[in-house]
Every structure is written in structure tokens, then in C-alpha cells.
């Protein structure tokens, strides 16, 4: 069973910064293709904020570029998000997200984390 454990979440003033992580676990982990992050405000729909993918190619929101920046190490299996300068607006839960080739059988399975909420007060 693949689990993906975020941290990282909290209450910072507007301007300040977060950092995220989540790393992936579990047995039979063959690669990662794609890892991500998404966030989800009070009454809305979730959205993609940033993905990665295992070679390195990075896709953001426009809401969060130039201030957000999303980071890997394919060993450890781990995604970061920096966030920077924040606003108000981007208070949300955070959910990782990846795309994870298990063996045994070979399959793709996509993964969701529990949420880790971030709060930005103004």
C-alpha cells in the first residue's frame, strides 16, 4: 500500500512562507512519475498549484508563479513546495498528489495525502 505523508502546514501572516513536504512510502514502489501538489479552499473546487516530473519538468498555476516553488529528490521519493509571499488567497488544505508505477503486478496507481492545511492571515 502507497501512502504519501505531508507536513509542513500552519499559520503564517501575509507576505510570510511555507514550506510542504510529502514523501511516498510503502512497498513495491517501482518509480514516480509525476509528483504534485493541490490545494482546495473553503467552498471550492480543488486545483492544481504545481507538479514535477521525474526528469524535471515543472508546471504551475498561474496564481502561484514566481512565488511558489516545487522541488523532488527521485530517491527519497519526496516533493517539497516552497511558498512565498503569501496571500490571504491561498489559504487551502495542500494535497500531494503522484503518479506511482508499483510492481508486482506492474501497474500506475494515483495517490492522493491526507491534506495539510495552510492559513494565510492578513
Known amino acids: 500500500q502507497v501512502q504519501l505523508v505531508e507536513s509542513g502546514g500552519g499559520l503564517v501572516q501575509a507576505g510570510g512562507s511555507l514550506r510542504l513536504s510529502c514523501a511516498a512510502s510503502?512497498?513495491?514502489?517501482?518509480?514516480?512519475?509525476?509528483m504534485g501538489w493541490y490545494r482546495q479552499a473553503p467552498g471550492k473546487q480543488r486545483e492544481l498549484v504545481a507538479t514535477?516530473?521525474?526528469?524535471?519538468?515543472?508546471n504551475y498555476a498561474d496564481s502561484v508563479k514566481g512565488r511558489f516553488t516545487i522541488s523532488r529528490d527521485n530517491a527519497q521519493n519526496t516533493v517539497w513546495l516552497q511558498m512565498n509571499s503569501l496571500k490571504p488567497e491561498d489559504t487551502a488544505v495542500y494535497y500531494c498528489?503522484?503518479?506511482?508505477?508499483?510492481?508486482?503486478?506492474?501497474?500506475?496507481?494515483?495517490?492522493w495525502g491526507q491534506g495539510t492545511l495552510g492559513t494565510v492571515s492578513s
Open positions: 498528489n503522484a503518479m506511482v508505477v508499483v510492481a508486482t503486478p506492474v501497474r500506475a496507481l494515483e495517490v
Open positions: 510503502g512497498g513495491g514502489i517501482f518509480t514516480i512519475n509525476v
Open positions: 514535477l516530473t521525474r526528469g524535471g519538468s515543472a
